[in-house]
């Protein structure tokens, strides 16, 4: 009772990253709550699942099996998670900001009437002091996130209502393995005591999945574009760069939003995170909701025109000048230098 | 048979335009310190109802936006676009509400409403980025929900069809109605001001907005009742009180920082072909690149 949860994602039968990325974090959160740490795993044909589970440091593992848990629909799953949670009672609740997560996050925090944060960038546990009704609560989790597109960033606490719920994205919490021989328990989940026949009127006619043809989360070297690129024509410049040098191409979300990139490039708090060996930043200017997404990258470059851009302040070399100008003898003096 | 379609639409503060004064002392949104748009994704998702409109004579479509009194701009635009009409959901009551007491807001407005075969919103708002209120709303009003959706393909015989944009891939649902509908900005833009509706719509105000009207005004109203955008308030919408505000919104924020990045000592380059061709010799030779 009154434990930590991670909600899984299952896709074709394997846990997604981000769910052992929660899994690690919900570890450290457990320990510092003298808690457990519990998994959720709903799909079809997924036996064995535990196993990996309990490596990252689940000491329980609650399995629902059956074919109506699988492709994903969001009533089943609601139907299965506020069940079991109304059992089980935990003080928090994580979930990745997936698609996955964000569908379905949202209603079971409705049907629980819980509070939910979204796309936190950390987690912590700590005290509140309500001046106003003179009381104190021990160990909350605060759900640490940029709001108001980046510009600032607001520590959310659930004092009253449990689970506390947070999603967060993929790739912002560290994945590591807990112990290759921690061993914890199955709790194999009747679905039929949760499920209603009302809970089955969504299907899924079609399904048409493709590998990512974007891979920027596992790439090295990062050329990234922001809206100081100032036409597609000059961000495609990038790619060039990018080509050279054996990158990939990444964007800020003012770059996708004005039509520079696709959305799958997209960096920031809103996008991927990554942490490559050297980041360049070209005609970015810094605002905080990209920033969250790169400043973990082992080098920065910072390319813009504005010698006093937010960028310049965690970037290792700062290049002022025309990027139109800077990216071409960029691509020369490589050439150059390697032949 | 035409459906009864209701758009939820939200009036944003333009996030990428952001001054000093932009948060209170509470770690609220100081609003009225910032321009005000419509949000993108909302256009996305009234763009799909028009759509449908077009497909199934006889449809109509409704805006519902909750908000401060000048959020009726938001009305006035999707009249503009082809909607039908619209309610503004306004009261002091809903000041500080998170997503879930916003939901219930909305739920309870609904309620109140000729029943919808289908309510369309937008993915997310770009304030809270949360994309929170649709999937809880649908909870509250007991329809299932289809989030991320890029099309609308079709919505005849009790049934939609949704077509959903995924991390790796498309997804195509069937769900009875009525139905909740997010919609992503990967879907098509919204069609512009139609030139005609916006003459007929530009006088359109709410209540409080007509207070202050001159006797013309009034007298062309009592001729065209559709200049007329109702308001909702608490008392209209049977809510408890207590789900509501800050008091129905079981998040609090406990504090509010503004972003301060940690200072490195940086190495300053310019444009000159020489510093470019040192700096690209220096990430070769230590391997950064290369």
Sequence with gaps: MNNVFVICEIDEGKVVDVSLELLTKGRTLANELKCKLEAVALGHNIGGIEKELYQYGADVVHVGDDERLNPYTTLPHTAVITGLFGEEKPQIALLGATTFGRDLGPRVSSALQSGLTADCTSLEIGDHEDKKAGKTYKDLLYQIRPAFGGNIVATIINPDCRPQMATVREGVMKKEIYDKHHKGKLNKLDINKYLKPEDLVVKVVERHMEKSKVNIKNSSIIVSGGYGMGSKENFDMLYELADVIGAEVGASRAAVDAGYAEHDRQIGQTGVTVRPKLYIACGISGQIQHVAGMEDSSMIIAINNDPNAPINRIADYVITGDVAEIVPKMIKYYKQNTK | ?290
């Excluded at chain 2, 077009?54 to 938001?74: E, N, S």
């Excluded at chain 2, 995924?166 to 069937?174: A, D, F, I, P, S």
């Excluded at chain 2, 009207?213 to 109203?221: C, G, K, Q």
């Design chain 2, 1 to 290: 048979m035409g459906l009864n379609i209701i758009v939820l639409a939200k009036q944003v503060p333009d996030t990428r335009n952001v001054g000093k004064d932009a948060m209170k002392a509470d770690g609220t949104v100081n609003r009225a310190a910032l321009p005000a748009i419509f949000n993108p994704e909302d256009l996305n998702a009234l763009e799909q109802a028009l759509r449908l409109k077009d497909k199934y004579k006889g449809t109509t479509v409704t805006i519902l936006t909750m908000g401060p009194g000048r959020a009726a701009d938001i009305i006035r635009e999707g009249l503009y676009r082809g909607a039908d009409k619209g309610y503004l959901l306004t009261d002091r009551a809903f000041a500080g509400s998170d997503t879930l007491a916003t939901s219930y807001a909305i739920s309870r407005a609904i309620m109140k409403l000729e029943k919808a075969d289908i309510i369309i919103a937008g993915r997310q708002a770009i304030d809270g980025d949360t994309a929170q209120v649709g999937p809880q709303v649908a909870e509250k009003l007991g329809m299932p929900q289809i989030t991320y959706a890029e099309e609308i393909v079709s919505a005849d015989k009790g049934k939609v069809v949704v077509k959903r944009r995924l991390e790796r891939g498309v997804e195509t649902v069937e769900s009875p109605l009525p139905v909740v509908v997010t919609v992503n900005s990967s879907a098509p833009a919204c069609r512009p001001r139609n030139a005609k509706l916006l003459m007929k719509y530009k006088h359109a105000k709410t209540i409080t907005e007509s207070q202050n009207a001159s006797e013309d005004y009034i007298n062309l109203t009592n001729d065209r009742p559709f200049l007329s955008i109702p308001e909702m308030s608490v008392n209209d919408i049977d809510a408890d009180s207590k789900w509501l505000g800050l008091s129905g919104s079981p998040t609090k924020v406990k504090q509010i920082e503004n972003i301060v990045f940690q200072a490195k000592e940086a190495k300053q380059l310019t444009a000159a072909d020489d510093e470019i061709n040192e700096l690209m010799k220096e990430l070769i030779a230590n391997h950064t690149i290369g």
